[in-house]
């Protein structure tokens, strides 16, 4: 018998739906203003406080109830409700990241050729580069200057602010171009993003486009041509996110994957008081670029949490409790999957592919190949997801990656993992994954986070 693909909206009550489409406005804001991890932090902090968090040092002690964040580097984020039971019982964990494919400037960007300045960039995760040429850029980020001060650039998202492309052939000359594989169309060194084209008023300076940009940067931020050297500037496209179809049930915009987990997974959490087991929702860096750094998940950024939540609880044989605690755990996987595609529909296979619309899909494993880089989770733990979302009534669907050769991808699970705990891949299916401009449908964000509350409350 064929498994039957149902429509999540169909489970939803009419006030569910209004709701539905009520936390998406929500959500659709939140993707708008976080085109960073550092701005997605920032925004997270500010709600966390709103909703009674303090950061760990405000503790001398932590009880039941208790509310906490800790900020890594300004770049990646855990937070936790304190639960009834001890630590060492395990936590419920929901894991995702914060950062999203983009292009980040390299450090001596600026140069001048015919009359046009342009930046020079590095690409950050997996793109197609030909899909961030002419396309409206927004900058953010900052810059540390000679003397140690911080400088904050957001520059593109305003109406009346000044946006940033990367140009293209027009087909006319595009003959050379148009016959090359579409992975060769653009190279990375061709992500050279226009930033200027008005020369300095004196005529007997050398490279007068440049020479204007520079006073005019220095004289809005402070900032001189050396300073880019300790910058983090990123280039994400411009606008905000939005409503996608007639009947406003999709949503459009940059950064979804992964940033529709970190929303789902933290409002979940704000409906959390006085949880069983400890609740934490982790939001990391660097997933798109393999997890590596102090931020990424390679890092031992859960375990010092943990430990400092040990600590504050009073508890002895420190090492012994942390790593009891973190074998016993539960978690999810927090991420976005492939979405089956009708005008793509050769790469999945459509009996094993999740479907927009579907409800939040459990994906057992994910990888390449022969399932390279994955926890794979255990049958009675897929098995355990099922019940809590299938008692709660929550619309879920199972999806891979893709067909198994065609290509692949991995997560933050296999980190969480390597602790001993149970843990399995849990997010919204997208379409464009990847792109400027990646598509959710409306109920399964609205799954997502009802299934992460869930499981919180589990």
């Known amino acids: 018998m064929e498994v039957e693909k149902l429509n999540a909206w169909d489970k939803l009550t009419p006030a569910q739906q209004q709701q539905a489409h009520q936390f998406a406005t929500g959500y659709r804001n939140f993707l708008t203003q976080a085109k960073t991890e ?25 009880q039941q109830g208790d509310k906490v964040y800790q900020s890594i580097y300004g770049k990646a984020l ?59 850029l927004a900058l953010h980020g900052i810059v540390i200057t000679a003397e140690g001060k911080t400088v904050n650039i957001s520059l593109g998202e305003g109406a009346d602010e000044p946006v940033f492309t990367i140009t293209d052939l027009l087909p006319h000359l595009a003959k050379d171009q148009l016959d090359k594989k579409i992975r060769e169309a653009l190279k990375g ?51 905000a996110a939005r409503q996608v179809g007639f009947d406003k049930g999709l949503i459009g915009g940059y950064g979804q994957d992964d940033r529709a987990c970190v929303y789902t997974s933290l409002q979940a959490l704000f409906d959390i008081n006085h949880p069983k087991m400890t609740s934490i929702a982790l939001f990391a ?84 190949g022969g399932k390279n880089d994955t926890s794979d989770a255990s049958a ?41 705990m149970e843990v399995v891949d849990c997010g919204p299916a997208m379409l464009s994954l990847h792109s400027p401009f990646e598509l959710t449908s409306v109920v399964d964000i609205y799954s997502c986070y009802r299934a992460y509350r869930e499981f919180f409350n589990y």
Not at 38 to 62: D, M, N, T, Y
Not at 211 to 230: C, M, P, R, W
């Open 285 to 368: 860096d660097k997933e798109e670029t393999g997890s590596a750094g102090s931020t990424g998940m390679k890092s031992n950024l859960l375990e010092d949490f943990v430990s400092e939540l040990n600590a504050l609880m009073g508890n002895k044989f420190e090492q012994l409790s942390v790593r009891r605690a973190l074998r016993r755990s539960k978690a999810l996987s927090a991420d976005g999957t492939v979405g089956f595609d009708p005008n793509f529909p050769d790469v999945v296979d459509k009996y094993n592919t999740a479907s927009l619309g579907g409800g939040v899909v459990i994906s057992k494993y994910s990888g390449v």
């Open 38 to 62: 550092r701005q997605a932090v920032k925004l997270v902090i500010e709600a966390v406080r709103e909703h009674g968090f303090q950061p760990l040092e405000a503790f001398s002690r932590l």
């Open 189 to 239: 060194e061709d992500l050279n993003i226009l930033v200027a084209s008005v020369p300095v008023g004196a005529q007997n300076v050398k490279a007068r486009v440049k020479a204007n940009l520079l006073e005019i940067l220095h004289k809005q931020y402070g900032i001189t041509e050396e300073d880019f050297v300790s910058a983090e500037l990123e280039a994400v496209p411009a606008g």
């Open 78 to 136: 855990c937070l936790a409700v304190v639960g009834e039971h001890p630590i060492e019982q395990g936590f419920r964990i929901v894991g995702s990241h914060m950062d999203a494919p983009r292009l980040d400037l390299k450090p001596n960007p600026i140069y001048e050729e015919s009359g046009l300045v342009f930046a020079k960039t590095h690409y950050y995760g997996g793109v197609k580069k030909y899909q961030w040429a002419a396309v409206p």
């Open 380 to 420: 009675e733990f897929v098995g355990e997801v099922r019940r809590i979302f299938n008692q709660a009534n929550i619309a879920w669907q199972s999806g891979e990656l893709g067909k198994v050769d065609q290509g692949g991808g991995g997560t933050i699970a296999q980190y969480m993992a390597r602790y001993g």
